[in-house]
């Protein structure tokens, strides 16, 4: 029932699962850059190859074809690129329609600069499940231009490849459009320096604090002193 996929109740339909609109879309985001990145890679490469192959036939100047042998190698190594991408995806195609459900938590929520494609940065959501006795972890990756609406330690429905529970997918469907603050790559580990600005909001109350009581007690002192004036003979 592709209109129903991962609709309330959250848990997964027994295997094998239809492989709906929405599980190929979400199943395309893995290895989506590999994909690219080769394919643009070995259109490039094949380019080149055949340019230098025609000049070289064209002008029977036998040192042209190092262009020619090194970009059909170029080419050779993005086809296998943008291959490794493809099979990343029906991997992830296969845990959807034959993985096992468990029940795992959000353990970090983060905007991955460190990737950049068509000028955009994923979103990265990292969730944690128990499979075969061991904690594993997995990552959903989204390529939206905002971020998904899960907080840490959000319970979700994962589903993990039978024997093989290092490959997994999240079946919780994330709505986008979150107001939760997301941390940025760079910062995202940086703990002990939240721990410092908190540290510092402390202080700053304090001070404040301190303030008002000296504020306080000036206040009082003042009636006394102008009492001790009125008193003191001209």
């Known amino acids: 029932m592709p209109h129903a996929f991962r609709a309330l109740p959250t848990n997964a339909p027994p295997a094998p699962r239809e492989l709906s609109a929405d599980i190929q879309a979400d199943s395309a985001v893995f290895g989506r850059f590999l994909r690219l990145f080769g394919g643009i890679w070995a259109s490039v490469s094949g380019v080149i190859a055949v340019f230098s192959t025609l000049v070289t036939l064209a002008s029977g100047a036998p040192g042209l074809a190092l262009g020619s042998t090194m970009g059909g190698l170029f080419t050779v190594?993005?086809?296998?690129?943008?291959?490794?991408?493809?099979?990343?995806?029906?991997?992830?195609?296969?845990v959807f329609r034959d993985g096992v459900e468990?029940?795992?938590?959000?353990?970090?929520?983060?905007?991955?600069?460190?990737?950049?494609?068509?000028?955009?940065?994923?979103y990265r959501v990292v969730y944690a499940f128990m499979a075969e006795g061991?904690?594993?972890?997995?990552?959903a990756t989204f390529w939206d231009l905002e971020p998904p609406r899960v907080t840490m330690g959000e319970r979700v429905t994962v589903l993990h490849a039978p024997g093989h529970p290092s490959r997994s997918?999240?079946?919780?469907?994330?709505?986008?459009?979150?107001?939760?603050?997301?941390?940025?790559?760079?910062t995202r580990s940086d703990g002990p320096r939240i721990e410092l600005a908190k540290g510092r909001i402390a202080v700053s109350s304090e001070e404040e604090a301190e303030g008002e009581e000296e504020e306080a007690s000036r206040d009082e002192r003042a009636p006394s002193t102008l009492a001790r004036r009125g008193k003191e003979p001209r």
């Open 77 to 94: 190594a993005g086809l296998l690129v943008w291959s490794i991408g493809r099979i990343q995806r029906t991997l992830a195609e296969r």
């Open 102 to 122: 468990v029940s795992g938590e959000v353990v970090d929520v983060f905007h991955d600069h460190l990737v950049r494609m068509n000028g955009r940065s994923p």
């Open 134 to 139: 061991k904690q594993r972890k997995g990552t």
């Open 169 to 186: 997918v999240l079946w919780t469907r994330l709505e986008r459009g979150g107001d939760a603050p997301v941390e940025e790559q760079q």
